[in-house]
């Protein structure tokens, strides 16, 4: 088996490896938002007030920061 050299590498190989980068961080982003989500449950009834509210716009803020990496995109 040869190795790739710089010019074998392709256009598309290039965007087939940023489409894995963008997916990956993406799936890593959701599963930060439902780690924050469970943690958070049970403490909102004992919670200072605006806790609540800074949990769901950082939920909110991370779900759309993932479906930005992929929207538009092959």
């Known amino acids: 088996m040869n190795a790739l050299r710089p010019g074998d ?3 598309e190989m290039i965007q087939a490896m ?3 980068k963008r997916q990956g961080l993406q799936k890593d982003l959701r599963a930060l938002a439902a780690n924050i989500r469970a943690d958070a449950e049970g403490r909102y009834a004992s919670a ?3 806790w ?3 949990v ?3 939920l909110r803020w ?3 920061t993932a ?3 992929t929207e538009g995109r092959p």
Do not use: K, R, V
């Open 9 to 11: 590498i392709t256009d």
């Open 18 to 20: 940023d489409t894995a």
């Open 48 to 50: 200072e007030p605006g």
């Open 52 to 54: 609540q509210a800074g």
């Open 56 to 58: 769901e716009w950082t």
């Open 62 to 64: 991370i779900e759309n």
């Open 67 to 69: 479906a930005q990496l």
